[in-house]
């Protein structure tokens, strides 16, 4: 896998985004271009200040999965709750145990929702069926207030999931890349290490590595010429490495494979997921 990902990382311009796109791109690059200039601050460490450990946050990302796909949400609000949701430890200058964990990750969700979907989560939602009445209205309305005002000014943010959706609209990959990319994404949201990569690096090596367990070298061929791809070789690794211990990461997790309508491939050499259809990723 490194030669093949390697030739592409090599080939990338000193920096690569510095020039501004010319007005000959298509649409789709301008708005590529644009999600990759927009710089995301890096999430390295939220639970520092925190007496939260990263499994419970595992669990919470793992959890959302089920609440986001029982709703009927969109793929990225997933990723935009659980970047709330970091974003706000990161940023409060509050001090949370792992009791509060709960309520943080719930108000991510309904807020998350409220600028994402159509229909989203009311507060009455998350009250009595998200939480089964574990968690008051009352409190509910405070964390979400609290939530708002301390990530405000970034809740336009950009997700790792609009970065691949992008890519993969301009190289015109096939429905199976995208969903084996975005299927990638969804699982590294679970490892606390993850946070250590920009959301434009876990987008760009979703992708490759999505195109290489798939035979997609004349698309990887394709990215190498653009010379666009600003991702580190160690990056890619650590990712690709993520998804193949998964299991044995999280052994008691499921709902990514339930919800998400897939099982692992046990075939380590060819695809890494074995999917069932779903009208989801269509």
């Excluded at 080939?11 to 708005?31: G, T, V, W």
């Excluded at 159509?118 to 009250?127: G, K, L, N």
Aim: a negative charge; charged letters at 25%; proline letters at 2%.
């Amino acid at each position: 896998m490194s030669e093949m990902i390697e030739s592409v990382l090599q080939s990338r311009k000193r920096e690569p985004f510095a020039e501004l796109p010319s007005e000959s791109l298509e649409q789709n690059d301008l708005i590529l271009q644009h999600l990759i200039d927009k710089k995301q601050e890096y999430l390295e460490n939220p639970l520092e200040n925190h007496a939260i450990h990263p499994s419970l946050r595992a669990k919470m990302a793992e959890w959302m999965i089920e609440i986001i796909t029982s709703f009927g949400l969109k793929h990225r609000t997933y990723f935009l709750a659980v970047n709330i949701m970091d974003i706000f430890l990161k940023t409060t200058q509050k001090e949370f145990e792992s009791k509060s964990m709960h309520l943080i990750g719930v108000c991510c969700m309904m807020i998350a929702s409220k600028f994402n979907d159509s229909r989203h989560i009311t507060i009455d939602s998350a009250h009595r069926y998200i939480s089964c009445g574990a968690l008051r209205e009352e409190e509910l309305v405070a964390m979400e207030n609290e939530v708002i005002k301390t990530v405000t000014g970034q809740l336009g943010m950009v997700t790792c999931y609009d970065v691949v959706i992008s890519l993969c609209e301009k190289y015109k990959v096939g429905a199976k890349v995208r969903r084996t990319a975005a299927t990638i994404l969804y699982l590294i949201q679970m490892y606390y290490d993850s946070l250590r990569f920009s959301v434009n690096a876990q987008a760009y090596g979703a992708l490759l590595i999505s195109l290489y367990t798939l035979n997609q070298s004349n698309v990887i061929e394709e990215v190498r010429r653009e010379r666009d791809c600003n991702v580190e070789i160690r990056v890619i690794e650590t990712m690709h490495s993520g998804i193949l211990k998964f299991m044995n990461s999280f052994p008691c997790f499921s709902n990514p494979m339930r919800f998400l309508e897939f099982e692992f491939n046990r075939d380590r050499s060819g695809e890494l997921f074995v999917f069932r259809h779903t009208r989801r990723f269509d």
